[in-house]
């Protein structure tokens, strides 16, 4: 379009993989022209404390979830679940269940091709396994069932009690199967094999890289040497809103799913499917949702049944995962094994890593960050394996991969640290090249009093001991075109910004008001959002803190379009001003010296006001952010209780958009780790192939007793005048930081998570040594 | 408050143990449900038949019961089985519903469907509706409204006291009813009076900001 100037350039930061590790590199790229954002410090809403504009309807009972959607006619589903880890469904035999008054539609859900957990093949096998009209009896005979609490079957009822009456009265054989829940287990010659799937080994290779010879010479110039293991084990999502939606189909050509997502159009694709429709023909609706953390992308497993439900029955179908389930069979973060041996020289460089990496995936691949993580290894080799069980497959958590890496190489460079008896934030800063994360290590260290840290670690008088530690993170969070945005000005003056991207607490409604209501110099409650319906305009899935990368971009250039647009038709009556030089500010249009309020403006549109598009422009948004965390904890040597005292997080973001709400993603990242470090951890029993610990009673989460004071520290040192996602970021320093403070507290060094008081005491015994 | 809200599962042998754990989730409740019957039938709408009056300590307690709640200063009437938790009876039984109380756990371990029953916060996926009828309920709709929030509803917005929100209701209601109790709290007693709510998002510190602003403006 402009191929006779030559196009202007710009220097933006991208992230790059060098080496096996994402770091940031300055590249020039076109300068597009079209809106910018400006200083970071010139913002009028933006930049500032926002409140939720869905606080109110969230404070007062009045936001409607998924799982509050009441139609009429509407039956409520439940899944019937294997008891067994690995086992063949003989029979099911649902006949007592249909004869329950109350009883409205049953289906079958077994299929020994299901190879991936709950979430993608699970499904897919529902559905080839589709019992239109033989039910769940048809579901009988040869399938496998490869964890327990894979669904077999789901049953639909008037009520929740009588559907949970119909799972009871549900009768099915199984021949059970030899299982393994264990990776050393499965690793183990002859073991059972996990998946049917005769390519698909219980060991598979991932990555190899860096080279080995060299690395394993390198160990011969370094001063000392670690070897050393750390374990993590699968952790749950939690989110308090179960997975789940409620099918409204009554037969006929169209249909409704009110879906607890993080995607609102991965929804009707899915349903449309199951439900034998066009995919035009479904409408997602996500008005509110409580929580996903990375677990909820498309209908999953449970969304399929609920669709064969409604089909079956012709009645809408609620169907919300119970607590149990939702341990069982929505998904995990993978659990890790990794084993290093490291050198390092005496003046504090990280010569050489040789890692083996395990991702625990159960019936998954797991994820986890390749190490040396961030850190600078001038020698490396890494090995990394997804090891198999018969479990529910990992699903994306908060940062995939990132904090179960994280655990395991910070607490590697700190036991390097301690053992050349340099300061361990010393020691990062020596082999971290990128200088933000020196910023924000010293800033974290003023910020915490990092010169109070223990200086021997268990040392001091007392039972109460108290230490600190460190440790740094990153993530991407640069977003993508997939947004569409319109932003509508009525001649009344009302303003609504539509967008079919989701809200997950993450505070999505409220940025995409904020930059239209910045940009028409308008007050935020003066802009309406509609958001969470496929109807609108497309936006993609909230993973990989992506969204409000993908989605500011497009509503920036929405509005600007939207301000140009209306600047147009009220320049004539501000003596013929260029639309651009129309300015717009606190509720007032103005040019050449005459001013009319907002809504006097408005009235010189047409009678259908104007609409305006947005794309998503690159130069809106960045990625790469750097964060350092520290904590303090107090370590119970006669109990070998922890109690985190206060932690420190520091953070870029580019543009913060709405800085409570960064702030309150930092104090929940930090409060997530806290759960990992301290109390978070599937148990499983080895024998019997089930999880002892599925229920909120069992899978201790953080609490209001151990939440310690928390320092959310947005780092404005980062000047980039773009948006970049920072949910993920948040989680994953914090972990590193608190196992550190423990060791630095009380002189053991725990090496598996979650850190509880039989690590510490039995550490104690053995002088700083856990098994 | 969490002590409180486990009052009912201490003292096993009340005779009316709001504790659902008493019972099976199951059709038959015998034993449970026949002192139970005779309590309620006499306080739900429907007239009870002598026969069934009589029937009422041997019998168990069984098909569809029609009761009045007082929810929110209201007396609504609603049909529930003798199984019917209040959490499901606000939930799915009344109509229209009250959905502002959540069902997470339904196991008294989360705190995100804690109403009020005559001014003490319960957890209603541990109290019978059977056990409700007669008493005063308030849930967190009845604390205000998105147009005329209270003083802790004000406070938890001011202060980001929410994320994703599910758990916020019952953070709300926990609160409010603490701060009728204590006006003045520190900061230990909030997180005390906080212990049976869980959050994922993470939003305890703002909850307890927004507790102690409250509070002063009380």
Redo the contacts between chains.
Sequence with gaps: MQQQTPAKKKKVKVPRVVGGVETMVEIEVDDEGGPEWGPNDKHTLLNHRL??V????????????T??R?LPGML?GRVVRSPHAHARVLRVDASAARRIPGVRAVVGATDEEVVEGSNKAAGEAAKKNRTEAGGAEAAAGGKVVLFAGQPVAAVAAD???VA??AV?AIRVEYEVLPHVVRAEDSMKEGAPKVTPDPNEQNVEEREKRGDAAKTEAAFAQCDVIVEAEYRTPILH??????HGNVVEYRGGDAATVYASTQGTFTIPSDAAQELGLKESAVTAIVE????G?GSKFGIGIEGMLACQLSKQAKAPVHL?L??KDEFLLAGNRSGSWQKFKAGATRDGRLVALRATQYRLGGLGRGSQAGQPYIYTAANFYREVFSVHTHEDASRAMRAPGHPQANFAMESLMDELAYKLGIDPLEFRKKNLKDTAYHRQLDRGAREIGWERRNRTPGGGAGALKRGMGCAVGTWGGGGNNQCKVDVTVARDGSVTVAVGSQD????TRTLTRAIVAEELGLGINEVAERIGDSRLGNANSSGGSTTSASLSPSVKDAATNARLAVAAKVAPLLGGAKPEEVKFAAGQVSAGGKTLAWKQACAALPSAGITAHGEWKSNLQASGVHGACFAEVEVDTETGHVRAVKMVQVQDVGLPLNR??V???I??????SLGMVLYEGRVMDAQLGLQLNP???DYK?????E?PE?VPLIDDEDKREAVIGVGEAAIIPSVGALANAVFNACGVRVRELPITPDKILMGLTKGGQTA | MADERDEGRRKKNLPHDPSRRRFL???GVAGAGAALAEHLLLKSEAEPTASALADASTRPVEGALNLALDVNGQRRSVSV?P??TLL?AL???LD????????????G??G?CTVLMDGKPVYSCLVLAVDAAGKRLT???G?????N?SGV?KA???H??????????GF?TTVSAYLKKNPNPTLAE???A??G????????????EAALAASKKT
């Design positions: 409140t939720r869905d606080a109110p309807v969230k404070v007062s009972g009045a936001a409607l979830y799982h509050d009441r409520y009520t929740p009690e949970e009456d009871r999502h939690s989110c308090l809103e179960t509110h949702m409580g929580g953390f919300m119970t607590r997950l607490g993450t505070g409570l709400a702030e309150s993603q104090n929940g990242g930090m409060i997530q229920g909120f009673g989460l953080p609490g209001s007793l939440i928390l | 989730k199951g059709v089985e199984r019917t499901g939930r799915h039984n229209p519903p009250l959905t502002g109380p959540k069902l997470v756990c339904d196991m371990t989360c995100a849930t967190v709709e604390l205000g409204s998105p147009e929030l509803q938890f917005v001011e980001d006291g929410l994320m994703c929100g599910f758990c916020t209701p709300v909030v997180r005390e906080c212990k709510n869980f959050c994922r998002c993470g939003t305890y510190p703002r909850v307890f």
